[in-house]
Structures are given as structure tokens and as C-alpha cells.
């Protein structure tokens, strides 16, 4: 089972970029996307009955922001959106699939640069997020947490990290939670894999950060230990374009 996972900062503005091709040479069996930035009743036809696939999608309160979607060709056993607290259901940021052998967040975490209530806001949703999957974990299900993270967890994930030390995405308190989050029993299914690979999955539109290759590795599958072997392989797709991000791949036994 192919899971690809992809924040395409706009599933419209991505259309145009070959976002459909994509599908169809890449026949993901799950896709999740983050930062739709649309309501589905604002997409043409195309976009909601990609052939072979079945889109759910989950948008924000607020218009041409934020928003989560999955395409898949398996019917889950259930879908729902959201986390537990409510305040943090009102951006469309999560869906959630169950399927028999594991439940699948897709996520798009806040992202804290704005200010400092922003910040609180991000950190707070992540914590809330971290509960509800240590509960999962101790009911004894398989858990894979995958979409855009907005945070690089260690100096490798990042082209210059002493600059960005003091930036939302690579502050202490950011990548502390990301060790709180993975002493649950989750890993970082990627580096697990490539444990001194340098590759990004995000590039900042100035300065030619992309083709410099000054980005940030920010997307990531995190996978519960347990489940870990039945991870055949991990990549990122940094070639593929149409997006600040680029996708990601976890593939299953």
C-alpha cells in the first residue's frame, strides 16, 4: 500500500501544475493533502471524482485557508475529522482514517510564525493531538500520523539551522514536543530509514531557496513502533514540483 502525502499550498492553484498526472503516474493508494485552501463545493468536477479514487474533503471556517483532503481507492472502515478538543476543529487541519490494520491521521499542523498567541495556539494543538494518539497506542491500535508537521526536528532537517534557531519551525519548545511526541512509541519513519540522508520537503519562494536546495525537512510520517516493520519504504519526492512543499511517500508491506 502506497500512502503519499502532500501540502500543495492550494489543490486549485496545484491543478494547474500537473497535479492530476501526478495521480496518475504516482497511483497512490491513499493521498492526503494539507492546505487545500478550498471548499469541495468551490472545485470543478475534476478535482472531486479523480478516477479510481473516492475525496473527502475537510476546509476551515475561514475561506481560501488552511484545509485537509484524502483521495483513496480502499473504503476505510471509518472517517472522521478533527481532534478531541473542539478548539482546534475549526480550520479543517485533520481527517482521520481507520482502517483494520491501522488509523491514519492526515494533519496539517499550525504554523506558529505570526506571533506569539500563534504560537501557543500551534503548541497547544499539537499537545491535544499527542493525546489523543497516546490513547489510541494504549488501546493497542497501529498509528500513522503523516502531512506537513511545520516544524524540522534536528539540525540535518534544515540547510542553516543556527539562523533559524530563534524562527516558529525550528524553536527549542517545537522540537522538544517532537521528542514528547515520539517517546509515545512513534517514529520518524523517514530518518528511521535514512538515518544521515539530507533531503527537504519545503523551500521558502524567495531567494531561490529551491534551487539553491535551502529548504526544510517539515513533512513527515510518523508511524507507531509497533507497525514499523511493516514499512517496506519511505522517500521524498524533491523533484516533483508545483508546490513550496514537495510529497512524500510511506509504503506498506
Known sequence: MKIISWNVNGIRAVEKKGFLPFIEAEQPDI????????????LEETLLKVPGYTSYFHSGDRKGYSGTAVYY????????????????????????????????????????????????????????????????????????????????????????????????????????WIDEFLALGMVDSWRAQHPDEIKYSWWSYRFSARKNNAGWRIDSFYVSEDFMEQVESTDILNDVMGSDHCPIVLTLK
Open 31 to 42: 493521498l492526503c493533502l494539507q492546505e487545500t485552501k478550498a471548499h469541495d463545493h468551490q
Open 73 to 176: 481507492k480502499k473504503e476505510p472502515l471509518a472517517i472522521r475529522t478533527g481532534l478531541s478538543n473542539p478548539l482546534f476543529n475549526s480550520e479543517g487541519r485533520t481527517i482521520i482514517m481507520e482502517y483494520p490494520d491501522f488509523i491514519l491521521y492526515n494533519v496539517y499542523f499550525p504554523n506558529g510564525q505570526k506571533d506569539e498567541e500563534r504560537l501557543q495556539f500551534k503548541m497547544a494543538f499539537n499537545h491535544c493531538l499527542q493525546q489523543d494518539v497516546k490513547a489510541l497506542l494504549e488501546a493497542g491500535k497501529n498509528v500513522i500520523v503523516g502531512g506537513d508537521i511545520n516544524t524540522a526536528h534536528r539540525e540535518i532537517d534544515l540547510k542553516n539551522p543556527k539562523e533559524n534557531a530563534k524562527r516558529s519551525g525550528f524553536l527549542p519548545i517545537e522540537r522538544a
